[in-house]
């Protein structure tokens, strides 16, 4: 596999731009018919984006965290599923980073700028809450690993070239183990049947032993012994993703009342578009989804101010700014893409125009975690200096 290395900033966004215009075209029919992206999820790898961050001394970009949320806005715009694939690739780039050994980084690295993908297998159903990881890596007498367990959502593992599962070792704290696609004892099941997110197939993992060699093996809980930024970073794309969503629905919905929408018989104009009422709800609109794009640029900048001085109070303002984003951005992706329907009059409901995909993929997005505790860490700094606590969902 070969991928184009892009230089910069600048590239990266343009990068970005032009695959978004080309995912926009199939996306509807994708969702529609559940045609998952493979061609598309390649044609993102070998635009060289899955390797932005990559750092320079490793031939990579490494690019700001200001960049990255804006080429995960953009995809979202055009196909929600899409944006998502990625994400949790660009979390577990982070952890190698962090985590990795010089070896590590430098196998891990190649494999990036090659072109390769990371999925994951990180939450599993049916434990008493999304920090209770059953998952269990063994440690064998040669110093190498067996993987024991099932995950779901996994996201991105049915594209992926390397799975990063999120287990415990035996001493019971938290590792992060990259698994090859096609490992022995490793399967990935496309049993994803959400309503939103049609096309991102996050399915089942299943792990049984699995062999993991000792230098595929990462100390994840060293993560947030300290300062971090792992949940801000993670939380920043999802927020990104909302605020793509919304701004695409919105797009969506302008473009029905220019060219398909009737004016209501009482407004006295030849268009709906003429409709003071429509304009007045759609400046409305506008003005959330631009308040969410610009507390998602603070809320970037403010990680890489964090980035660039890490301490226990720039990470934490940066959790909080991303807290902010995340927030406003999942209740204007449910707000704009069901006002769709509202501005946009009963044709809209059809179900062959599939416009209701954004509202779809809003509401099933905004579910991965709950904005309401992200409002509860900002109300006790406010009240009281309290620092978010350091994990990897804030």
Do not use: C
Request: aromatic share 6%; no cysteine.
């Amino acid at each position: 596999m070969t991928a184009h290395l892009i230089a910069d900033d600048a590239e990266a966004l343009a990068v970005a731009a032009a695959l978004a215009e080309e995912f926009r075209a199939g996306a509807s029919a994708r969702d529609a018919e559940r045609r998952l992206p493979h061609e598309e999820v390649a044609r993102l790898s070998a635009s060289g984006l899955l390797a932005v961050t990559v750092p320079a001394e490793h031939g990579g970009a490494d690019v700001r965290h200001e960049t990255l949320a804006e080429i995960f806005r953009l995809l979202a715009t055009a196909d929600a599923s899409i944006a998502q694939i990625p994400q949790s690739h660009f979390v577990y780039v982070n952890v190698i980073r962090r985590q990795g050994t010089e070896e590590q980084r430098k196998f891990f690295y190649a494999e990036l700028l090659a072109g390769r993908r990371f999925g994951n297998a990180q939450s599993e159903a049916g434990t008493k809450h999304v920090q209770d990881i059953r998952t269990r890596l063994e440690r064998r007498p040669d110093g190498s690993y067996l993987l024991d367990g099932v995950k779901h959502y996994a996201t991105g593992a049915l594209f992926a070239d390397w799975i990063p599962v999120l287990a415990r070792a035996g001493d019971d704290l938290l590792h992060v183990a990259l698994v090859p696609r096609d490992a022995p004892g490793l399967t990935v099941i496309d049993d994803w049947d959400g309503m939103g997110q049609r096309t991102t197939a996050s399915g089942t993992v299943r792990l049984e032993a699995v062999p993991v060699p000792a230098d595929r093996v990462f100390p994840h809980h060293l993560t947030f012994e300290g300062p971090q930024l792992h949940g801000a970073v993670a939380q920043l794309l999802h927020a990104a993703i909302d605020t793509g969503i919304a701004r695409g629905a919105l797009a969506e919905a302008a473009e029905f009342v220019r060219t398909r929408s009737r004016p209501w018989f009482e407004s006295g104009f030849e268009t709906a578009g003429e409709d003071p009422l429509l304009i007045q709800r759609f400046g409305e609109l506008d003005l959330s989804v631009r308040a969410s794009e610009a507390l998602l640029r603070e809320a970037a900048r403010t990680v890489d101010a964090a980035a660039a001085r890490l301490t226990d109070d720039s990470a934490a303002e940066a959790s909080l700014a991303v807290a902010a984003a995340k927030a406003h951005a999942a209740a204007a992706a449910v707000e704009v893409a069901g006002a769709l329907f509202e501005v946009s009059g009963t044709r809209s409901a059809l179900a062959s125009l599939n416009l209701h995909r954004h509202w779809r993929d809003a509401r099933t997005h905004t579910l991965h975690d709950p904005a309401r505790w992200k409002i509860q860490h900002l109300g006790r700094h406010v009240l009281h200096g309290t620092r978010p606590p350091r994990h990897g969902l804030l």
